[in-house]
Nanobody, 123 residues
Framework: QVHLVESGGGSVQAGGSLRISCAASGYTYDWKCLGWFRQTPGKEREGVAAIYVGPGISYYANSVKGRFTISQDNAKNTVHLQMNSLKPEDTAMYFC????????????????WGQGTQVTVSS
């Protein structure tokens, strides 16, 4: 079973940047995909970005394309999400999770959810 821990959230003004990280431990060898998701109170969790571990193929929600970049550090079993040109609507709790069989942005396909890291963007 994989164990995921998010870090790096915080507060930033609109237009600023943040990098959040997801460190994986435990049995990581069968996990094909690591993804980032976000959620605000009263709303459903939405996929932000995902990366096919190994080949490095990435997927992005339309709302973050061109602003966010997901990357992997295989030596450290860590996935990063670089967030640039942040907007107030990016404010949310960000979670990472793993998909053992495919890769995309559908939360229901993922498991091993971390506890989340808060990102707050002020106008």
């Amino acid at each position: 079973q994989v164990h995921l821990v998010e870090s790096g959230g915080g507060s930033v003004q609109a237009g600023g940047s943040l990098r959040i990280s997801c460190a994986a431990s435990g049995y990581t060898y069968d996990w094909k995909c690591l993804g980032w998701f976000r959620q605000t109170p009263g709303k459903e969790r939405e996929g932000v970005a995902a990366i096919y571990v190994g080949p490095g193929i990435s997927y992005y929600a339309n709302s973050v394309k061109g602003r966010f970049t997901i990357s992997q550090d295989n030596a450290k079993n860590t996935v990063h999400l670089q967030m640039n040109s942040l907007k107030p609507e990016d404010t949310a709790m960000y979670f990472c999770a793993a998909d053992p069989s495919s890769c995309g942005l559908r939360p229901s396909n993922f498991a091993g959810w971390g506890q989340g890291t808060q990102v707050t963007v002020s106008s």
